[in-house]
């Protein structure tokens, strides 16, 4: 069959066509666009792209991520390369178990190159902990479970729990970490339980956390940003996220923080049972060098105290209160609250008068709300069930103004509202140098108006343990004449088992404030004077007298160990505590206590 001519000359022309029309499509296609040199552009041009797009590769040399439990290490392996926003930090996509600091491990950078190292001591310069180790680890990274199994039974908490406003305030805060303690929140807590996350910036300087922030949590729609315009502290900055919350509880965390599974849940629990309930998750410790995330179970749980410097502390759940328990899992009544990590019903809150506005940047905050919570009808407790890991640093890398302690001027206002006549102990350990510490009088009405209880019916009856000076036989500076020095020495955690020290008497208590106590402990607080036969120590009181068994005799000015029968001496030199044979004529061997009661002793 022979086709029309007019239909030969279409055909053909298809036939050309077609073949053409594929052609074009493909080049369209399959373009080389050049994203590098647009990039270049783009920054050229003044203007940063989207902060999720700004990506550069890096590479997995030198990192290794340890398994904590076996010891063993191994190079981090990866089909994908770790991708890093240039600036304000990283934007690593969850890679399973293998990845960088998952399950909580640590990550440690081997022999680092001199342009790493550099980096790693910018980001401990700028952050007091290893950012460069942050930025390596995803913000979504995976974590252990920390809870007890009693935790996790069915029914264990209520149904029909409060939602909650979480506030986390942050000033110049690392990117990665800050968007991992955001992301920790979303990915593990009931979305109807979280109302809203409010960051409230304290006036950071650092463009990371101005628009590049702004934009990135635009996709979350709980999340709140609120700016302050002025460097206001971390107190002013948490009572302004305050004003924000319309959700029934609040919850305060740091920015440095990651949650855990369930974490949420046995917070809300414990307030929907009694709105008058502030509850803590135990704060598990994440290293600031690894990122490691150490946890204990709930056998190791321990609650807050204070010693009369007024400084937070931990101690062991008393006795009285393990025997209101059948399991170590249930909420403990602890004495005081650290402070960062805490939830709140907002309206008993706010009848508690919220934080002391005059209160300066930081500092004394958790103590004033643990001590009017318990003494105005509240109960302070650690939940177990919830676990919440926290960066702890060794030192503030942000700079504030110089000239005043605010620390102490925020005390010394919550002794005066709070502490009734036992503030005088806290005054005698600052040399009763109290300077302007501001109007506390709409506090004091407000503790009346509340009818709270007294300062003694809060030691007798919720922190029985801690040791009352005014039941000391002696206080204040331990002199030696002779030499005019002191006994000197900090009495913190880290300082026991180190020798004592000596110090040129300077009349204003701190490290050379000391009691004796009836029992012939010389301490301060919850730390003891200890000689096992080598040099006098610091050591945790026990009361099991032994190593710190001691005797003042007034009459002679001497300090017996009596265990060894020996004295308190300084040395020749002036530069050390001795032991020596006892003899009364010997002026190294001479000691005056600042205060003596006769009568205390007596009844011993």
């Known amino acids: 069959m022979i086709l029309p001519r007019r239909y030969r000359t279409t055909i053909c022309k298809l036939l050309i066509a077609i073949p053409i029309l594929w052609l074009i499509v493909m080049m369209f296609f399959y373009t080389d666009k050049k994203p590098k040199e647009d990039s270049s552009k783009s920054e050229a041009s003044g203007r940063k792209p989207h902060a999720g797009a700004r990506i550069q590769e890096i590479s997995n040399e ?9 010891g063993d290490s191994s190079d981090v392996k990866s089909d994908k390369v770790d991708s890093e926003v240039e600036g304000p930090g990283v934007l ?89 303690t955001v992301h920790s929140i979303l990915d593990r807590s009931p979305p109807h339980l979280i109302d809203q996350i409010i960051l ?16 990135y949590m635009a996709q979350y729609p709980k999340v709140k940003i ?5 460097r206001v502290g971390l107190i002013r900055a948490r009572l302004m996220g305050a004003r924000y919350v319309k959700a029934p509880v609040i919850t305060y965390l740091d920015s440095h923080c990651e949650c855990t599974e369930g974490w949420l849940e046995p917070l809300l629990d414990r307030i929907a049972r009694n709105k008058t309930n502030v509850v803590c998750p135990v704060i598990d410790v994440i290293d600031d060098d690894t990122l490691e995330y150490h946890y204990r179970d709930s056998g190791g749980v321990n609650v807050g105290g204070f010693d009369w410097n007024l400084q937070f502390n931990w101690h062991a759940v008393p006795d009285h209160e393990k025997k209101r328990h059948s399991h170590s899992a249930e909420a403990v009544r602890s004495p005081t609250m ?28 958790n103590l004033e709300l643990s001590f009017k919570t318990w003494m105005c009808g509240g109960t302070l407790e650690i939940v177990p069930c919830s676990h919440v890991g926290h960066i702890f640093r060794s030192r503030s890398p942000y700079k504030w103004r110089s000239g005043v302690d605010v620390l102490k001027r925020n005390t010394i206002r919550l002794a005066e509202v709070w502490l009734d006549d036992y503030k005088k102990y806290y005054y005698d350990r600052i040399g009763n140098t109290l300077g302007d510490f501001g109007d506390v009088s709409s506090r004091i009405k407000l503790r ?19 040791f009352i000076p005014g039941e000391a036989v002696a206080s204040g500076e331990i002199r030696n004449d002779w030499s005019e020095q002191c006994v ?19 009349n204003q208590g701190g490290n050379q404030y000391w009691m004796m106590s009836k029992q012939g402990e010389v301490r301060r607080d919850e730390t003891c004077l200890d000689y096992a036969g080598a040099d006098v120590i610091l050591y945790p009181c026990h009361g099991g007298k032994g190593n710190q068994y001691w005797a003042y005799h007034h009459h002679d000015n001497t300090i017996k160990h009596v265990s060894t029968n020996k004295c308190l001496a300084i040395s020749v030199q002036k530069d050390k505590l001795l032991m020596e044979a006892c003899d009364t004529e010997n002026q190294r061997q001479r000691w005056k206590f600042q205060n003596y009661d006769q009568t205390k002793e007596l009844k011993s």
Not at 448 to 461: G, I, P, R, T, V
């Open 62 to 70: 030198g990192i290794k991520s340890h398994n904590s439990e076996d």
């Open 92 to 180: 690593i996509p969850p890679r399973g178990s293998d990845g960088p600091g998952e399950m909580g491990k640590p990550v440690k950078i081997d022999s680092p190159d001199k342009s790493t190292k550099e980096k790693i001591d910018k980001g401990w310069q700028d952050n007091a902990f290893n950012q460069y180790v942050s930025d390596k680890i995803s913000v979504h990274r995976s974590l252990p479970d920390p809870r007890d199994d009693w935790c996790k039974a069915e029914s264990r908490f209520l149904t029909d729990l409060p939602a909650t406003s979480v506030v986390v305030c942050f000033h110049n805060e690392a990117w990665s970490v800050l968007l991992r």
């Open 200 to 215: 409230v910036d304290d006036s950071s300087t650092m463009d990371h956390v101005k628009d590049e922030l702004d934009v």
């Open 226 to 230: 609120v700016r302050a315009p002025e």
């Open 338 to 365: 650290a402070g960062g990590l805490f939830s709140i019903d907002r309206e008993f809150f706010e009848r508690l008068g919220t934080y002391d506005s005059g209160f300066d940047i930081w500092g004394g905050e």
């Open 448 to 466: 009346k108006d509340l009818q709270c209880n007294s300062f003694q019916w809060y030691l007798e009856e919720i922190y029985p343990e801690l």
């Open 488 to 506: 000197d020495s900090a009495a913190k955690p880290e300082d026991h088992n180190k020798a004592v020290g000596l110090w040129p008497c300077h």
